[in-house]
């Protein structure tokens, strides 16, 4: 009789295991409804893990595609200079007339800057205007009494800014009182 008894209480817990399976969450044990809340939470940090790393890879390639678009307009933008310089260099040799030539090439240089203008690049002021080392660098300074120290007398390399951030500072020569001699 106690092998009876032994199996049907063998019976009796394999049913237990079943009915707590398939049992409403108000009948599991504390410790059945928290693994399952951990299996459900779990389940829902690696989707959005997944969803989060999904998001990443398109951004950074939303990003690479606009860029790559951005410098192909600035490039569109500027192949007319290039195509018209090489016209003029290769007009130079059968020009009879180096006015005729400088005058296409400063054509070309208007281009040139119209196009800048359009992409937002605009050429720094420099002569005249007081030395800011946050848009001009000084790479020479020359004596002078005309001019009050400190103001920039000459450009050396144009800076230019696109917007409000600097592409490439101006190189300048700036004023400064001349030595005392003695």
């Known amino acids: 009789m106690s092998e009876s008894n032994g199996g049907a209480e063998k019976n009796g817990a394999d049913e237990g295991v079943q009915e707590a399976d398939i049992m409403p969450a108000s009948e599991q044990s504390p410790l059945e409804q928290m693994m399952a809340e951990r299996d459900k939470t779990k389940d829902q940090l690696l ?3 997944a969803d989060f790393d999904n998001f990443r890879k398109r951004t950074r390639k939303d ?3 606009s ?3 951005g410098r192909e307009d ?3 933008e500027i192949l007319p200079v290039a195509d018209n310089l090489e016209r003029a260099l290769a007009a130079a040799p ?3 007339a180096p006015d005729a030539l400088l005058d296409g090439v400063k054509m070309v240089l208007k281009l040139l800057q119209d196009s800048l203008e359009r992409l937002g690049v605009t050429r720094i002021v420099t ?3 007081r030395f800011d080392p946050a848009l001009h660098e000084a790479i020479q300074q ?3 009494t005309e001019h009050p120290m400190g103001t920039i007398v000459a450009e050396l390399v144009p800076g230019y800014k696109n917007g409000e951030r600097l592409v490439r ?3 300048v020569a700036v004023a400064r009182p001349p030595a005392k001699s003695e």
């Open 47 to 49: 989707r959005t893990a």
């Open 63 to 65: 990003i690479e595609e």
């Open 67 to 69: 860029m790559r678009r």
């Open 74 to 76: 600035a490039v569109r």
């Open 94 to 96: 059968m020009t009879a």
């Open 127 to 129: 002569v005249g205007e």
């Open 142 to 144: 020359v004596e002078t």
């Open 169 to 171: 500072a101006a190189m």
